[in-house]
């Protein structure tokens, strides 16, 4: 049973950083492309950023692309998303998921496993 399980969220101030890490088990995590969504109120869930099974290859959403970082440790099991110069428009929900291929993608439905997700609230 693969289980993602994500840490790392809570209340900062705006063009402060914060760093969400998921912890995955359940399967060989560095088989696997992995992503970051997120999930404002009201909003539909929408992707981040991706990273293919390698970390070679990686993909962002346009407004986050040069403030944040996905990367994968596999000695660890571990996805982390590293987000500088927050703005009050990244508040959300933070969802770690986890394809069933090597390929990095923004595409929800290409997403198999979703982690429960950490709160991330930027104020000014």
């Known amino acids: 049973q693969v289980q993602l399980v994500e840490t790392g969220g809570g209340s900062v101030q705006v063009g402060d950083s914060l760093t969400l890490a998921c912890v995955s088990s359940g399967r060989v995590f560095g088989n696997y492309a992995m992503g970051w969504f997120r999930q404002a109120p009201g909003a539909e869930r929408e992707a981040v950023a991706s990273?293919?099974?390698?970390?070679?290859?990686?993909l962002y959403l346009e407004s986050v692309e040069g403030r944040f970082t996905i990367s994968r440790d596999s000695t660890k099991d571990t996805l982390y998303l590293q987000m500088n110069n927050l703005k009050a428009e990244d508040t959300a929900v933070y969802y770690c998921?986890?394809?069933?291929?090597?390929?990095?993608?923004?595409?929800?439905?290409?997403?198999?496993?979703w982690g429960q997700g950490t709160q991330v609230i930027v104020s000014s």
């Open positions: 998921a986890g394809t069933t291929d090597g390929y990095a993608t923004l595409k929800p439905s290409d997403y198999s496993y």
């Open positions: 990273i293919s099974w390698g970390g070679v290859r990686t």
